[in-house]
């Protein structure tokens, strides 16, 4: 398990490597003539950049190394971001993810793929299937948690970042209602946000009046963005800031 551990220190936090190094080598023992995992293994699929929008999965894809019971285990990397998305045998090949191990949200990100070897078959170092083999976890990040604005202060900026491989229609709206029933948002600002190879960053005034014209009254709001994904096949929305407005 040591060698394990050690190798997954490069790609996952401590305790993360740790527990996976425990769980891959679990009641372990290498058998005979067990191949070199690490030497053989390789993904066919995706061919380069693939986008990951939420509700959605990416699916990876090897030819299966048989004659071992080794695993790898799958992680995104984004600068000195580790997120793990879950782990397979080396002889199914294929392996499916939406989510992060616990099953949160991957944050929006350009990552690399790698991946480390476990089980019965230990290798070093980890798989890194390059840098034209990118995952874009397509979506919206806010710069902000918390606003107040006044309408002597429109227009006001809305600052936030988008990841997006391919294009979406982006609707930004004010809800007096975050969390509750749906259907009384108000939107102020509308875009299209192409697809890009980098994260960007964007500016969307609110001006305190609808996209309609229609004065938005006074109140404490959640801010959202709407993303229309896929041509319009798919919508999610992204909770941002409170905001408290004063007209």
Same mark, same amino acid.
């Given at each position: ?12 936090? #401590? ?22 995992? !690490?030497?053989?293994?390789?993904? $066919? ?5 693939? &986008? ?10 090897? &030819?299966?190394? +048989?004659? +071992?019971?080794?695993?790898? !285990?799958?992680?995104?990397? %984004?600068?000195? *971001? ?6 397979? &045998? ?5 392996? *499916? ?10 944050? #929006? ?14 290798? *070093? ?11 874009? !976890?397509?979506?919206? $990040?806010?710069? %902000? ?9 429109? /227009? ?14 982006? &609707?930004?709206?004010? %809800?007096?209602? /975050? ?29 305190? $009046? ?26 999610? %929305? ?5 905001? $408290?407005?004063?007209?």
């Amino acid at each position: 398990m040591g060698r394990l551990a050690a190798l997954l220190g490069l790609t996952l936090a #401590p305790a993360i490597a740790s527990a996976l190094a425990s769980a891959l080598t679990a009641g372990c023992t290498t058998p005979a003539g067990c191949p070199d995992v !690490a030497a053989s293994f390789a993904l $066919t699929a995706p061919g380069g950049a693939t &986008e990951l929008v939420p509700g959605s999965t990416v699916r990876l894809t090897w &030819e299966p190394i +048989t004659g +071992t019971s080794a695993v790898v !285990a799958f992680v995104l990397v %984004d600068g000195d *971001e580790r997120i793990p998305t879950g782990t397979a &045998e080396v002889s199914a090949g294929m392996h *499916e993810f939406s989510t992060t191990n616990s099953g949160a949200p991957i944050a #929006p990100g350009v990552y690399r793929i790698q991946g480390a070897f476990g089980g019965c078959a230990l290798s *070093e170092p980890a798989y890194d299937a390059g840098a034209l083999r990118l995952v874009f !976890a397509q979506g919206v $990040t806010f710069a %902000d948690t918390s606003l107040t604005i006044t309408g002597a202060q429109t /227009p006001r900026d809305i600052a936030f970042t988008t990841v997006s491989l391919s294009s979406f229609e982006l &609707e930004l709206l004010v %809800d007096p209602t /975050p969390g509750g029933a749906a259907g009384d948002e108000l939107v102020f600002a509308t875009g299209t946000v192409p697809g890009e190879l980098v994260a960007m960053n964007r500016r969307y005034a609110f001006t305190g $009046t609808t996209t309609t014209s229609t004065a938005i009254p006074a109140g404490t709001y959640g801010v959202v963005a709407r993303v229309h994904a896929r041509n319009g096949t798919l919508t999610y %929305d992204v909770p941002g800031p409170q905001l $408290t407005w004063t007209p």
